[in-house]
């Protein structure tokens, strides 16, 4: 069993269907999403019109109805003032929402699971696994 938390980019690519889930992740697998992820999930929705925005919103409830939200809580909120210093410290910025799932992964001792492994790569504790 592992411990996986999925990313946005992930989470796009399934509701996009690039991806079927069942061939990434197995059914002993414990996946969880990082709060920011249901928010950017969300502007996706927001920004959409018509089936494309309808079909976005089924998707988002049915992934907050399955699959666990770990909020963004004080352990979170210590592993990210960690990533924030070191990528100040090497000079390699990242996005701010990236840091935040890679602090919630920290935080629960998760593998991350994306598309954009680069947004992850060389974060101190921050196991990785692509999809692409």
Do not use: W
């Amino acid at each position: 069993m592992s411990l996986l938390l999925l990313d946005t980019t992930f989470m796009i690519d399934a509701e996009r269907g690039v991806i079927e889930l069942g061939e990434l992740i197995g059914d002993d697998d414990d996946v969880a999403i990082a709060a920011i992820t249901v928010a950017e999930l969300s502007v996706g929705v927001h920004l959409a019109s018509g089936h494309t925005r309808d079909r976005r919103q089924e998707f988002l409830s049915d992934v907050c109805d399955s699959i666990p939200i770990l909020d963004y809580d004080r352990s979170v909120a210590a592993e990210h003032a960690s990533l924030l210093t070191a990528v100040r410290e090497s000079g390699h910025p990242r996005g701010a929402h990236d840091l935040i799932i890679a602090a919630t992964a920290r935080a629960s001792k998760r593998t991350v699971v994306t598309a954009d492994g680069s947004a992850f790569n060389d974060l101190p504790g921050v196991t990785v696994r692509g999809h692409r």
